[in-house]
């Protein structure tokens, strides 16, 4: 089974995971704080992380997806949803992107109260 490291600015988790796994849930079974505001369904574009390892073994693109990467913030060649991203046998090394993070944190204002308390939250610059 494929492992996936998820980094951002505020935690480094792993998973090990099935293939043929979204990112997106493999990121929900390691308490990786990746957003979803439409609740997965390539609705919006705040599940948006990039693959920095793994690229070419994960699910092809579909049409849908490309377009609702064209809202996304800071689009790069290696930007996915992790939504419509399926694990092939690699292991993956994900970045959460600073919008996908913001996402999470508006969905989870318990975990943004905490960061801003401790003073990990906004990002320091």
Aim: charged share 25%.
């Amino acid at each position: 089974m494929p492992k996936v490291h998820f980094q951002s600015p505020l935690q480094d988790v792993t998973v090990e995971v099935s293939t043929g796994t979204t990112l997106l849930d493999a990121a929900e079974k390691a308490g990786a704080q990746v957003g979803h505001s439409c609740g997965g369904v390539c609705a919006c574009s705040t599940c948006h992380i990039w693959v920095r390892k793994g690229l070419e073994s994960l699910s092809e693109q579909t049409d849908q997806e490309m377009d609702r990467l064209d809202m996304g913030f800071d689009v790069r060649p290696y930007s996915r949803l992790s939504c419509q991203t399926e694990l092939g046998n690699e292991d993956i090394l994900v970045e959460i992107t600073e919008e996908s993070l913001t996402a999470y944190l508006d969905e989870n204002p318990a975990v943004r109260r905490r960061l801003e308390s401790e003073g990990k939250w906004p990002l320091k610059k």
